[in-house]
């Protein structure tokens, strides 16, 4: 099991560019998910995916920042235009279950894409 | 006021010593608690599942859920230099909006050899 792969590790760029995240969930896993982490907020949940389709998006902070699931296998987090504000970790993890289901699924998180604007 | 406080510490002790992460929170909803280890540059990975109150033991490890108080806790005994890393604790409302989870902020543990 390869685990959660998200790419790029890092990403640095500059202010009004756009940036595109990406993330390979668990394979077999149906739910995704796209955390920020900084040390002043420290893990914030942008969006939840149940089977590839949008359940919760009421944490993606502003209109620049948009998510898509083409596929079960495969998701994006977008950020046009990009501001330095918009630094952080950005993190995918992927579980097995759905809305009311048990939680003894756990999330499994990648590694992380360390996002850089200046 | 957040719904979930944690002493972001740093917190040092030395190898072999008990070690205690704690966590406040104020919606009584909660029901599932959990502790994720968090090493760094790396993503966090689950450490302790509990449902509701009680204590739960693995290992070295012993989470405690007293929802009275809204508190729970996070023991590590015999603590190992590889115990170093942030500790974050979350905790889930099952009436909510399905498995969204509300993290603390994390405590920054260094265990000295």
């Not at chain 1, 560019?17 to 982490?37: A, D, M």
């Not at chain 1, 097995?96 to 998180?109: A, I, K, T």
């Not at chain 2, 929802?67 to 942030?86: C, E, G, N, V, W």
Request: proline share 7%; aromatic share 10%; net charge neutral.
């Amino acid at each position: 099991d390869a685990g959660v792969i998200q790419s790029p590790r890092h990403e640095v760029t500059e202010m009004g560019q756009e940036v595109t995240l990406r993330c390979k969930p668990i394979s077999g896993h149906n739910s995704l998910f796209w955390y920020r982490q900084t040390m002043m907020r420290g893990l914030e949940l942008l969006i939840y995916f149940n089977n590839n389709v949008p359940i919760d998006d009421s944490g993606m902070p502003e209109d620049r920042f948009s998510a898509k699931m083409p596929n079960a296998s495969f998701s994006t987090l977008k950020i046009q235009p990009s501001e330095p504000r918009d630094s952080a970790v950005y993190f995918c993890a992927s579980s097995l279950g759905g809305p009311g289901s048990s939680y003894n699924s756990p999330l499994h998180f990648g590694n992380g894409t360390r996002l850089t604007v200046t | 006021q957040k719904e979930v406080e944690q002493d972001p510490g740093p917190l040092s002790v030395p190898e072999g010593a008990i070690v205690s992460l704690n966590c406040t929170y104020s919606n009584s909803a909660f029901q599932y608690f959990m502790w994720y280890r968090q090493y760094s540059r790396k993503g966090p990975e689950l450490l302790m599942y509990t449902y509701s109150s009680g204590n739960k033991e693995d290992g070295r490890f012993t989470a405690q859920v007293d929802k009275s108080s809204k508190y729970i806790s996070l023991f590590i005994r015999d603590s190992q230099p590889s115990d170093s890393a942030t500790y974050l604790c979350a905790m889930s409302d099952p009436g909510g909006s399905a498995r969204q989870l509300t993290f603390g902020s994390g405590t920054q543990l260094t265990v000295l050899p």
